[in-house]
T-cell receptor, first 114, second 117 residues
Framework: KAGVTQTPRYLIKTRGQQVTLSCSPISGHRSVSWYQQTPGQGLQFLFEYFSETQRNKGNFPGRFSGRQFSNSRSEMNVSTLELGDSALYLC?????????????FGPGTRLTVT | AQSVTQLDSHVSVSEGTPVLLRCNYSSSYSPSLFWYVQHPNKGLQLLLKYTSAATLVKGINGFEAEFKKSETSFHLTKPSAHMSDAAEYFCVVSFGGYGGSQGNLIFGKGTKLSVKP
């Protein structure tokens, strides 16, 4: 079974631009979660999608948004990029997102904002 | 407020010696607890999880962790370190979310494990 895939793996953007990251979950998984990893703040939860609905949201500004498609693939969008948005963005999928099921992480997209 | 604290940011051991990575959590509820490992330039991999069954949890690659409610701890151990264990380890707590979802996973700051030959 293929793992979680994220595209692109690396991205360089300029302040003020917007960016869209993509995540394809493991086949059959319906829950997709997004995390931001930075050296200073560590790993922080962004949001979780299940069956095309945002089910949980972390403490991030509205510039960060996401969506999930009917095939469970998910995208996250960051508008008006700031230097502090430079981070590794990780996507994780699980069967249902409940505590009984573990999350499987993708390799991440490294975003650099200049 | 819920939180998770990894007590050491860096642990260095010699190959063949025991590994102990410490994690404490703070919660009013019964949490689910996980340990994840992240090798350089790789995603996170689940080592083991505790979800209110046996308090001693065995994971992959010889790791295990013991849930101690009285101490609010979930320390990760391995009897004998291997060079391939060198990585960053994250203690993670899930307190559940809306509709029974896993909700907000709270990650510790991570412990970098170095293994000397």
């Amino acid at each position: 079974k293929a793992g979680v895939t994220q595209t692109p793996r690396y991205l360089i953007k300029t302040r003020g631009q917007q960016v869209t990251l993509s995540c394809s979950p493991i086949s059959g998984h319906r829950s997709v979660s997004w995390y931001q990893q930075t050296p200073g703040q560590g790993l922080q939860f962004l949001f979780e999608y299940f069956s095309e609905t945002q089910r949980n949201k972390g403490n991030f500004p509205g510039r960060f948004s996401g969506r999930q498609f009917s095939n469970s693939r998910s995208e996250m969008n960051v508008s008006t990029l700031e230097l502090g948005d430079s981070a590794l963005y990780l996507c994780a999928s699980s069967l249902t997102g409940t505590e009984s099921y573990e999350q499987y992480f993708g390799p991440g997209t490294r975003l650099t904002v200049t | 407020a819920q939180s998770v604290t990894q007590l050491d940011s860096h642990v260095s051991v010699s190959e063949g010696t025991p590994v102990l990575l410490r994690c404490n959590y703070s919660s009013s509820y019964s949490p689910s607890l996980f340990w994840y490992v992240q090798h350089p330039n790789k995603g996170l991999q689940l080592l083991l999880k505790y979800t209110s069954a046996a308090t001693l949890v065995k994971g992959i690659n010889g790791f295990e962790a013991e849930f101690k409610k009285s101490e609010t701890s979930f320390h990760l151990t391995k009897p004998s370190a291997h060079m391939s264990d060198a990585a960053e380890y994250f203690c993670v707590v899930s307190f559940g979310g809306y509709g029974g979802s896993q909700g907000n996973l709270i990650f510790g700051k991570g412990t970098k494990l170095s293994v000397k030959p």
